[in-house]
């Protein structure tokens, strides 16, 4: 096995563990140190490919996407210095970037086919479902990472679309083949009713819409997606239209103090605008002698990724931030349906080969639903984000860095298809010298099975 196949795989189990956290379900197995393992192998791997996987045949993995989280992670260490503690900013540093080093660079790196896509995909279902039960069995709490219920919502919020618009992306199998993700969809759906979190109630709306937008046959889709609120609502605890129908309410206990944490947050920002008070470091600043001591015992975090980021990272961490969320975006726009077709009939030209063309158009119908799942997850984080500060989650990162890596799996296709349709133009012209040292150069990437 290759370096990169190596590598793809051990990226898929680190994401089992960090973004899944399925080691915590497992009882006895955190004491392996799954993680400390995975992340170890991983890094040696990407150490090993990334110079060689600068000049790939799909592009080069530099691209602004990574630049921004580069420039984000630079904002984050002002901290080491700048910080109100600087103890905290290094923490987080000491988690942000062995995360970037290993499931950043490793999704940029090593994703290279769209049949990676489908495996991560099918990867995401089960994740789904593995929390989805972690949630319903253990009073709407979540394993490890998200034992918090609006952790568990928000990660349950970035995963519904996946299990929907699967049954969209693969063609054919009718009924009996979209039956298990629709089943997870609605397990899912549940699971985030059970959390009682309002920030993942608020986040699975647009979540909801944007899949139905995105799917090809709207009129089954919005019945099932009724079907689906119905069922939530039915198995969901007995307040549950009693906590969804309080996030209105701007007098209710939590959410008077999330008003109260937001306003500290802008003073804290008025008295360190540029650099922020340091990662992770709000609720040290608090008691500091930053600002004059509260009037009541606040929490220790701000409870919305933008006035955690406004607070302790200032304008420098808002400009990063902002820069890497308009590049994921741009990113996910190139894999919109039309400029996918566009790109397909420019390389398969006028009179495309049958098979070619069922290829590229099964590929084609995939990425689209792929990307939109990526983008559906990242306005999930973002609704759900106003209400919770995971500023420093893992998941924003990694959609983002899968973001860049379709693109990277789309132009390898492009070329793939491009390279196939000149070999086959030139056998057809030269039949003596047509044979598969022709149909497709070796580059060392796998390109004999695409």
Not at 17 to 33: E, K, T, Y
Not at 368 to 394: E, K, Q, T
Request: hydrophobic fraction near 50%.
């Amino acid at each position: 096995m290759s370096t990169s196949r190596m590598g793809f795989w051990a990226l898929v189990a680190y994401l089992l563990i960090d973004f899944g956290q399925v080691h915590r379900m497992i009882p006895g197995f955190a004491h392996l140190m799954p993680g400390a393992i995975t992340t170890a192998i991983l890094l040696v791997l990407v150490a090993l490919e990334a110079p060689r996987a600068l000049n790939a045949p799909g592009g080069t993995w530099i691209r602004p996407v990574l630049i921004w989280r580069v420039l984000f992670l630079g904002a984050i260490a002002t901290g080491l210095i700048l910080a109100v503690t600087q103890g905290r900013a290094l923490m987080v540093l000491k988690t942000e970037l062995p995360r970037f080093l290993t499931a950043f660079l490793g999704a940029c790196i090593f994703i290279r086919r769209t049949e990676d896509l489908r495996v991560l995909q099918n990867m995401f279902i089960g994740v789904a479902f593995l929390l989805s039960g972690w949630v319903v069995t253990h009073h709407g709490h979540g394993p490890g990472l998200y034992i918090d219920e609006n952790d568990a919502a928000l990660v349950l919020v970035m995963l519904l679309p996946f299990s929907c618009l699967k049954v969209f992306a693969d063609g054919g199998g009718g009924v009996r083949k979209a039956a298990v993700p629709l089943g997870v969809f609605f397990f899912t759906l549940c699971a985030i009713g059970l959390t009682l979190s309002r920030g993942g109630m608020v986040g699975t709306i647009p979540a909801l819409g944007f899949c139905w937008l995105k799917s090809r046959n709207k009129a089954v889709s919005l019945v099932l997606g009724g079907m689906a609120l119905v069922a939530a609502v039915f198995f969901a605890p007995s307040n549950f239209t009693k906590e969804f129908e309080s996030i209105s309410d701007t007098h209710e206990n939590t959410a008077e103090a999330r008003r109260y944490y937001w306003d500290l947050s802008v003073q804290m920002f008025e008295k360190k605008p540029v650099f922020g008070v340091g990662a992770m470091c709000w609720g040290n600043a608090l008691y500091s002698g930053l600002l004059p001591s509260p009037d009541r015992r606040a929490h220790m975090t701000p409870h919305s990724i933008y006035f955690q980021l406004l607070s302790e990272l200032g304008l420098v961490g808002v400009f990063c931030w902002m820069g890497f969320l308009t590049a994921s975006f741009r990113e996910l726009r190139d894999l919109r349906g039309s400029r996918l077709e566009r790109g397909a009939a420019l390389v398969l030209g006028p009179d495309p080969d049958p098979d070619a063309l069922r290829r590229m158009a099964g590929n084609i119908r995939f990425i689209r639903h792929f990307s939109a799942c990526l983008a559906i997850g990242i306005a999930g984080y973002l609704v759900s984000g106003g209400f919770l500060s995971v500023l420093f989650y893992p998941g924003m990162a990694l959609f983002a860095a899968l973001a860049q890596a379709s693109g990277r799996v789309w132009r390898t296709e492009l070329l793939i298809t491009a390279v196939q349709s000149q070999a086959a133009a030139n056998d057809a012209d030269d039949p003596a010298e047509a044979g598969p040292s022709r149909a497709l150069p070796a580059y060392g990437y796998g390109w004999a099975n695409p």
